[in-house]
């Protein structure tokens, strides 16, 4: 049995769906359910055996300290406060989460462990999901981040991640913990809440709304669709070193802009306008603060020490995850709550 934190999250909740597809193995799923932790994502998996759902917070102890009695190999933390812009204007939730509650989870773990026999001990894994952003930003000329890229973060977002591998890289170094840590490029794909850059367009698109785009639109990132980031997270579960850490990216480099019109080239395809094209809806905002240029990922490590490539191109992933939105409007409607919309209006309105 394994433990998976922020399971009910976008990335985490593909995990435990792609999981239970291949495999057996129980998983107990622990998420605090914030705004963007949606349990409707994971209704196929009601009345199945081999899930099993607790809405709880990371930082709390007396909760993890039981959970742990039922003795997972495996504890795979997701649960993050993950969106830049939130952290900009809200930056304590970060700190708190991200920070604080990644500390308390690994003292949790920390005493469960060694209370297992020896057996055990060498068995289990804490596997901490992590971000690129924690390496700062690119200029166009510079080599990808790899796994020893110093760290450099730049919003409070990447700041509180970049603390809590720091704590994780800590509890290993000082205490043994056997520990793995992944660092992946910006994810895409099914169930992802509609304030990400992809969501948002598609949402905004069939909805007749303006297309915002920070700035001029040329930050660019590294784009891996969500199904192949989970394959890696089992691929480093299954096989990777303890203490290290491995980079996970789509091999996708992008810029927003080139992004969004992709999207919108779909669109015209798939569900065209009455009249012009979705491309004419594009909006130029004003662009965030400390807004990182570019994002790279080098995962050369994970390949050739573990045999991990991404198994879909952005062309591909792009269009399998166009076809799910519009085929999913019912899921849409269900996360576009009144509070999600003004979250929207307040911080992608035209010139804010």
């Given at each position: 049995m394994i433990i998976v934190t922020g399971g009910c999250g976008f990335i985490g909740a593909n995990f435990i769906l792609d999981w239970l597809r291949q495999s057996d193995e129980p998983i107990i799923n622990v998420d605090k359910l914030t705004y963007a932790g949606n349990p409707a994502t994971l209704a196929s998996l009601q009345g199945d055996a081999r899930y099993h759902f607790v809405q709880g917070d990371i930082g709390d102890s007396a909760l993890f300290d039981r959970l742990l009695m039922q003795n997972p190999r495996a504890v795979i933390n997701f649960a993050a406060e993950s969106h830049v812009d939130r952290s900009i204007h809200g930056p304590a939730d970060f700190i708190e989460t991200n920070v604080s509650g990644t500390f308390r989870l690994l003292e949790s773990v920390r005493a469960h462990w060694q209370g297992l026999d020896d057996a055990a001990k060498s068995a289990f894994r804490f596997l901490h999901v992590s971000t690129d952003e924690v390496y700062g930003t690119l200029t166009d000329t510079d080599p990808a981040f790899s796994e020893t890229t110093p760290y450099a973060p730049n919003s409070p977002y990447s700041a509180s991640k970049a603390a809590s591998d720091h704590l994780v890289r800590a509890w290993h170094h000082t205490y043994g913990l056997p520990v793995?840590?992944?660092?992946?490029?910006?994810?895409?794909?099914?169930?992802?809440?509609?304030?990400?850059?992809?969501?948002?367009?598609?949402?905004?698109?069939?909805?007749?709304?303006?297309?915002?785009?920070?700035?001029?639109?040329?930050?660019?990132?590294?784009?891996?669709?969500?199904?192949?980031?989970?394959?890696?997270?089992?691929?480093?579960?299954?096989?990777?070193?303890?203490?290290?850490?491995?980079?996970?990216?789509?091999?996708?480099?992008?810029?927003?802009?080139?992004?969004?019109?992709?999207?919108?080239?779909?669109?015209?395809?798939?569900?065209p306008r009455a009249n012009g094209r979705y491309a004419d809806q594009i909006t130029f905002v004003k662009d965030r603060p400390g807004h990182d240029r570019r994002y790279a990922i080098d995962a050369r490590k994970i390949e050739a020490k573990l045999g991990w490539t991404p198994a879909e191109t952005f062309e591909t992933g792009i269009r399998k995850t166009v076809a799910w939105y519009l085929a999913h409007q019912d899921w849409l409607d269900n996360v576009t709550s009144g509070s999600y919309r003004h979250w929207i209006d307040t911080h992608y309105a035209k010139g804010n």
């Open positions: 793995l840590t992944t660092n992946c490029s910006n994810n895409y794909g099914p169930y992802q809440f509609p304030e990400k850059l992809i969501p948002l367009i598609l949402l905004n698109a069939v909805a007749g709304k303006p297309l915002p785009i920070y700035g001029d639109g040329l930050n660019v990132r590294d784009w891996l669709y969500v199904t192949d980031h989970c394959s890696a997270i089992r691929r480093v579960l299954e096989a990777g070193k303890v203490g290290e850490t491995y980079n996970i990216g789509g091999c996708n480099e992008k810029t927003n802009l080139d992004v969004v019109h992709t999207l919108c080239a779909m669109l015209d395809e798939l569900k």
